[in-house]
């Protein structure tokens, strides 16, 4: 789905129809379909850590 369609503005000016969606909404909350694929990747907040990983990047790109 393009990420414009989110910024899309709606009018539902059928009661019955606002309500369908307000219910699709809801049910869409509740029973989310979409599954990560793949774990969070942590966050390197270890200096020395840091280093290593950039040294190793820095030594793989002069190679």
Sequence with gaps: M???SIFAH?????PQK????VNALEAS???????PSAPVI???????AIRRLMAK???RNHE
């Design 42 to 48: 942590p966050t390197l907040t270890d200096l020395d």
């Design 29 to 35: 909350e509740n029973d989310p379909k979409v599954k």
């Design 10 to 14: 709606v009018k539902i000016t059928d």
């Design 18 to 21: 606002a309500e369908a969606f």
């Design 57 to 59: 990047r820095a030594k």
């Design 2 to 4: 393009a990420t414009s």
